[in-house]
């Protein structure tokens, strides 16, 4: 027989879930019941408009365009392989659906900038601003940043708005004007000197020779070189060509400079002016104008130039191949001596020319209101109407031009042109009301129209369609982490990266939600760092070169976003000991530092509270094991050289693998391994919160009970174990044991206990059944629900831990993996990264509202549950964050209609039971005489809180032993506790506290006062709820039982239970039956009842018999068992079995131990059956 002197006493408590749903909303991982709980409704986003915000002013360079606002906001769309429009990635815009209007956003300029102007190059872009400040992005080349790393800036994470930088102009010097070319820029100062940067290989920057600029630090600044400009001269106004550069002085004369092989120069030659000495300042040439004719605008493609003449006459020289000059002929003009630009005849396109602007090899013109017209080249439909049938281009042919040059058909009406832009194939205009109409090459969606059409090139091309820019409203956002889902979104499947991609793969979010992802990328021996933001992945490289082998990568992103990546490479930087490599972000580029962990193969990374990154390696060469730490203070330190990392070792006699750490909720930091030994076992050691940088700090390493069946390899990327610290602070634990084929992954659990004594029995493990691989990954989610995900054969499958139970698994992905890393952000959304078995490309599974969100459970253990802190605004996830609740009534203040705090000297509640009573006072408990609680009446059963049995009489009424006709003050009632309410029974009493706490007195006989015993009490008690149930809410006395409900919205009762008050517990396998012949005896007979077992039991069952309890019949055919007489278990309630004719046995039980009760049914004295409580 069990010895009830051991077993554990719990609380006779039967927990009740009541459910909540949220209206309109899936709180995910959860069933919606019918019921709804008072929730405010929480509407769609919808657009924020933006007043008097049309388009200002059109820029289009090669293959992209922007358009600058009212506002200074500016928006561009089309070509971004090197960032040029200046989004944060490559990814081009305007080519799909979905990509313009509302949906195209606007650039992150920076704080407290107003754009003015912009100057777009071939794949570069710059942005004048209002303070005469400029910022560039785009091709690293042509931005003059000083930057010589990478292809781009403005492609990649963190490289907009502040983070990108303002281009550095010397001391003292604002821009007043900007203009860029091909791949090299200019900038008028306001003293009206001139700078260029970027290519240089004609001398296109007026240097005098032909040494690129702008990409080296003595360069920029205050070290920027100046074009040598004539004396006297004053610059109104540039034009920047492929290769060339020309200015227009305030007299209305041109020069240019640069290259010169067409004769694009206008000096009647094919001389390059500017990449020699001697070549500029007074020895630059102004272009000859027709007799008394001089310029007001000039304009520069590749290899040609323009100029609009006083008269609205438009004159052009140089390259000449597909008719771009307007001659009538393919012959190039200014590259001999007697071609002289005064010879030139206007251009004939049968009107006068309000504005003009070149592209790469064609140019347009617009005459208000009534026409846009355009010649050269046309093979991409450029010029807005097909040319036949000599051929695409138009004006390299005699009866070209003149009044052959049709009309753009732009409108039914009249077009209404304010600006006309030119790039390379396309052109675009916009008119006086804003609206903007492109047509040509829609290569990169440079048109805007969300295709890759070609306009223009077709009689049945509409030419008419309106860009939609979505300048009225604000940008819509791509959310990646909404806290409530409108909608049951589908699981997504796709290729993130391709070729041998993936392998030892981290996910991180950002603060919004956003997942990033390191991983090694084994076709280039080298670690990639891709963010996921605005729905577009972008891909980047921290450190741009070298050869090497990877073997781990870790990263996290600090509390600003900012991205922190560890690698080991032993083999990069050959015959030192610096072979772990540590990289973040700054200024919107990749900073790395070598540091000196020698020998390490794994690698993880870790930001504590107090903002210090810790990097911990572990070396697995044979003799040199060893854990070797390096730390960086990130509140005093760049972190991006060596002398702000401070480094320590620990050397072990054993192999360790297969690393974790985490930081726990407490601050400090728990570093998890793999002792490879014999056998093997999870180790775990602890640095406190507030201990130094030194590895010392740590304690000695110890294993949590019953983990030593552990599998690892040294040196194997196969990760063998994940430990996780959930929101509540509870560890979970999913490891490879060496029964894995057998018995499946271990799960093990414990609370925040285990987190100073990783040695005590409170973890528990279980195998997961069927979960046969070590291809796995572990996450928890924010309903505290452990997920697991592991590949078979057939794909990746998903199954998670429900009411202690696994669920069934369900495959995710039809495709195997090497490798699995996910992750579920707080409010539920899943993201897995897998690397494929059959070819190495790096995969994404993701699908929000996978999991859950916090909102139905308190995550943070503060007493609120998750959807009451969302709607009064405290962080849910935070135990620190909690809702004002001035009346202490677990409604936060903003939602709070009455202040129902009690007042002084005021009677509040009033409880009557039988023969006595009990009210509060309103007051905080101070003594005896000045309480919270009072109680009058007969107090048999110390229902007064008191032992008082003096005898009362008053009035004449006769004496009455134990009979109190003065009120009596509860003992027990801690100081300063306000009583909220009062619950009284028959002859017991419960009070609940303004904090949420509740102390009973009175008769216990069936437990319900809930304080671990059946002995009545005449000293208030408090009841010991769950750690997991939360603050009490209210309470409520029946004549032997007492139940409570909680912020959670859960329901505990406790005490009698004949009736099922209690309510009922189910068991685990309601269909479960036993087959008996009764062969010994008839039904009715006892005898084959001759053992039940109720009570705790282990998984394996206990194999003595229990003798407490005895049965007999009725004539229904019901068995009963009752405990003996002078039996004290402490369970005290009935249990009954129903045998009926049929030969079927069932039995109901309700008990005190909840999921941890066992019946075990024996017949003819052997066990039959065994049934388990949940």
């Known amino acids: 027989m069990v010895s009830r002197a051991s077993q554990f006493r719990a609380s006779a408590l039967v927990f009740l879930m009541i459910t909540m749903a949220q209206t309109g909303y899936t709180l995910n991982g959860f069933d919606s019941p019918d019921e709804a709980i008072n929730l405010d409704p929480v509407e769609p986003v919808s657009e924020t408009a933006i007043a008097n915000n049309d388009a200002a002013t059109l820029h289009v360079g090669w293959s992209h365009a922007c358009v600058v606002t009212e506002q200074g906001m500016v928006k561009c769309w089309g070509n971004n392989s090197a960032g040029q429009l200046g989004i944060g990635n490559t990814e081009d815009m305007g080519d799909e ?78 821009v007043e004007d900007i203009e860029a070319g091909g791949q090299h820029t200019c900038a008028l100062f306001d003293d009206g000197s001139m700078t260029c940067w970027g290519e240089n290989a004609e001398g296109q920057l007026g240097m005098g020779n032909t040494t690129d600029l702008g990409s080296q630090a003595d360069q920029i600044g205050d070290y920027v070189s100046y074009v040598s400009l004539p004396t006297g001269s004053s610059v109104t106004s540039m034009a920047l060509g492929a290769a060339h550069t020309c200015v227009l002085f305030s007299d209305g004369n041109v020069t240019c400079w640069g290259d010169n092989a067409y004769g694009q120069l206008g000096i009647g030659s094919t001389n390059d002016i500017g990449d020699g000495a001697g070549e500029m300042g007074d020895s630059l040439t102004n272009i000859t104008w027709p007799t008394g004719r001089s310029a007001v605008d000039i304009t520069a493609g590749d290899g040609f130039t323009c100029a609009h003449l006083d008269n609205n006459d438009v004159i052009c020289w140089g390259r000449n191949d597909v008719g771009q000059l307007g001659r009538g002929n393919a012959l190039n003009y200014g ?21 003009i602007d070149a592209g790469r090899d064609h140019i347009c013109v617009f005459s208000r209101p009534s026409a846009v017209k355009c010649w050269g080249g046309g093979d991409e439909g450029q010029l807005g109407a097909p040319v036949t049938p000599s051929g695409p281009n138009r004006g390299d042919g005699v009866n070209e031009m003149g009044s052959s040059v049709p009309r753009v058909d732009l409108s039914s009406g009249q077009p209404n042109p304010d600006q006309i832009q030119v790039g390379s194939y396309f052109a675009c205009y916009m008119k006086t009301n804003s609206e903007i109409k492109c047509w040509g090459d829609a290569s990169n969606g440079r048109l805007g129209y969300e295709d890759t059409e070609t306009l223009g090139d077709s009689l049945n091309d509409n030419l008419r369609n309106v860009v939609e820019l979505g300048l009225d409203y604000e940008f819509e956002s791509v959310p990646c982490d909404e806290t409530f889902i409108h909608e049951n979104p589908d699981i997504e499947t796709f290729q993130l990266d391709a070729g041998l991609t993936g392998r030892m793969l981290e996910i991180a979010f950002r603060s919004d939600g956003c997942p990033g992802i390191a991983y090694i990328d084994d076709s ?27 073997l781990d990568v870790d990263f996290l992103f600090d509390a600003n976003d900012v991205p922190h990546l560890v690698w080991t490479d032993p083999t990069y930087n050959t015959g030192t000991t610096q072979d772990t490599y540590y990289a973040t972000k700054s200024n919107g580029r990749w900073h790395h530092v070598e540091l000196g962990l020698a020998n390490p193969h794994e690698v993880e990374m870790v930001l504590n509270h107090t903002n210090v990154l810790e990097i911990i390696t572990n070396t697995n060469t044979s003799g040199q094991n060893a854990f070797r730490h390096a730390v960086c203070d990130t509140t005093v330190n760049t972190c991006r050289s060596t ?46 919160v507030g201990s130094s940088a030194s590895q010392s700090d740590y304690a000695n390493a110890a294993s949590p009970s019953y983990t030593y069946n552990t599998s690892s390899a040294s040196g194997d990327d196969i990760r063998s174990i994940r430990m996780i610290q959930a929101a509540n602070g509870d560890y979970h634990m999913v490891y490879v044991p060496t029964d894995l084929s057998t018995n499946g992954l271990m799960y093990g659990s414990c609370t925040t206990k285990c987190e100073q004594a990783p040695t005590n029995n409170d973890w528990t493990f279980s195998p997961i059944a069927g979960a046969t691989s070590s291809t796995f990954s572990f996450a928890v989610d924010s309903d505290l629900i452990p997920h697991l995900f592991y590949s078979t054969s057939s794909g990746i499958q998903h199954t998670k831990l429900v009411d202690d139970s696994w669920t069934t698994p369900l495959q995710i992905l039809n495709l195997p993996a090497n490798e699995i890393r996910a992750e579920i952000s707080e409010n539920g959304n899943l993201w897995v990264g897998v690397q494929l078995t059959a070819n190495g490309n790096l995969w994404i599974i993701q ?127 801690p100081k300063a506790f306000v009583a909220t309410a009062v619950a009284v029974g028959d002859r017991h009493a419960c009070a609940l506290g303004i904090d949420g706490s509740v102390y009973c007195w009175g008769d216990n006989r069936v437990g319900q006062l809930g304080i671990d015993s059946t002995i009545a009490n005449a000293t208030a008690t408090r009841v010991t709820m769950p750690s997991f149930a939360g603050r009490i809410m209210s309470i409520s006395a029946g004549a032997q039982h007492t139940c409570a409900t909680t912020i959670s919205q859960d329901l505990y009762c406790w005490g009698d239970s004949t009736d099922h008050q209690l309510g009922e517990y189910l068991l685990a396998n309601s269909t479960g039956s036993i087959s008996e012949t009764f062969s010994s005896s008839s039904w009715q007979s006892t005898a084959p009842f001759d053992d039940i077992y109720i009570g705790q039991s282990d998984i394996s069952g206990w194999t003595s018999h229990d003798n407490d309890w005895t049965h007999s019949t009725d004539n229904g055919g019901t068995l009963k068992w009752d405990l003996r007489s002078s039996w004290t278990y402490y369970n005290q309630f009935s249990f009954s079995v129903d045998a009926l004719e049929d030969g079927y046995i069932t039995y109901d039980l309700k008990t005190d131990y909840g999921g941890n009760d066992y019946v075990h049914v024996y017949v003819d004295g052997t066990i039959q059956v065994q049934h388990q409580t949940v």
């Open 97 to 174: 659906v979905d990509e313009m209007d509302t949906d195209l956003p606007y650039l992150n300029i920076g704080t407290n900038l107003t754009a003015e102007k912009a100057a777009l190059g071939e794949g570069h872009t710059c942005l004048l601003f209002t303070n005469d400040t400029v910022k560039c992005f785009g091709s690293i080349g042509a931005l003059g940043l000083g930057y010589s790393d990478g292809s781009g800036a403005g492609d990649g994470y963190l490289e907009t708005g502040d983070y990108m930088p303002l281009w550095p102009a010397p001391t003292g010097r604002t």
């Open 643 to 688: 002398t702000n990392w401070t480094g320590s070792s620990n050397t072990q006699t054993f192999q360790g693998s297969d690393m974790d750490v985490i930081v726990n909720l407490d601050g400090s930091t728990t570093n998890l391994f793999l002792e490879e030994n014999s056998p093997d076992k999870i180790k775990m050691k602890t640095k406190p």
């Open 847 to 973: 699908q929000n509202a996978f999991a859950g969100n916090g909102m139905g459970v308190d995550a943070d253990g503060d007493g609120w549950l998750g959807i009451d802190e969302y709607t009064c605004g405290s962080d849910r996830f935070d135990i620190a964050s909690t809702p004002s609740d001035e009346d202490n009534d677990g409604i936060c203040d903003d939602k709070d209609d009455r202040y129902d705090t009690p007042s002084y000297g005021e009677a509040i509640t009033i409880g009557q039971g039988v023969e006595f009573a009990c009210s509060t006072t309103g007051r905080p408990h101070n003594t005896s005489t000045d309480p919270a609680v009072l109680c009058w009446g007969m107090n048999s059963h110390g229902q007064l809180g008191s032992n008082y049995s003096r005898v009362y009489g008053m009035g004449g009424f006769p004496s009455v032993p134990g009979f109190s006709l003065a009120s009596v003050s509860p003992q027990g009632i």
């Open 335 to 355: 590259d001999s001596s007697g071609e002289t630009i005064s010879s030139l005849s206007a251009v004939d396109f049968g009107w006068q020319a309000d504005g």
């Open 524 to 550: 280039n021996d080298r670690v990639r760092f891709a963010v996921y933001n605005q729905g577009i992945w972008t891909y980047e490289y921290p450190l741009s070169s070298g050869p090497g082998e990877v």
